[in-house]
């Protein structure tokens, strides 16, 4: 099932992202900055890329475990979302809005779409996010990624609410 899963987070956090771009307007048309879009994967450090560009990664799993002399374990997926700005205002803007956002979520829903076009979907398991960082990307190379943040969390799933 952990496949199925990781792919399941990967689309919820993708249009978690892209849900909290429209909410708080960023490709209004009244926006002096550029459009901020999101990139299907992390972008590799050799190639440029659009400024205002947001890239989403399951990144590294890890295993917690639950109790000391026990085999249970928490699984751990650490997700990275990089925030490539046109400026150094709008980089810290954007990514400091996404960081306080991605702490203040919890118990997150994770739909199983059975069609990503219809409103078909049904809960699967939920999520919590936990340890959120912030830090900003110094090891880029040319102009595209000169304002390069990276947010990163780890997730864990739950059971969803109504089996708890």
Request: avoid cysteine.
């Amino acid at each position: 099932m952990s496949g199925v899963n990781d792919r399941l987070i990967y689309k919820n956090i993708v249009n978690l992202v892209e849900a909290k771009i429209t909410a708080d307007g960023w490709n209004n048309a009244d926006r002096a900055n550029l459009p901020v879009t999101v990139e299907d994967e992390i972008v590799p450090n050799d190639e440029s890329i659009k400024p205002n560009a947001m890239a989403v990664a399951l990144e590294d799993v890890r295993y917690r475990d639950v109790e000391i002399g026990s085999n249970l374990t928490d699984k751990i997926t650490v997700v990275v979302v990089d925030v490539l700005a046109e400026g150094k205002e709008i980089g810290m803007h954007l990514a400091g809005d996404f960081s306080d956002y991605f702490k203040s979520l919890y118990n997150i829903p994770i739909y199983d779409y059975i069609n990503y076009d219809e409103d078909t979907s049904v809960v699967a398991f939920n999520i919590d996010i936990s340890g959120v960082f912030l830090e900003r990307n110094r090891m880029s190379t040319g102009k595209s990624k000169q304002w390069w943040w990276v947010i990163s969390f780890g997730i864990e799933e739950t059971a969803p609410a109504d089996q708890l």
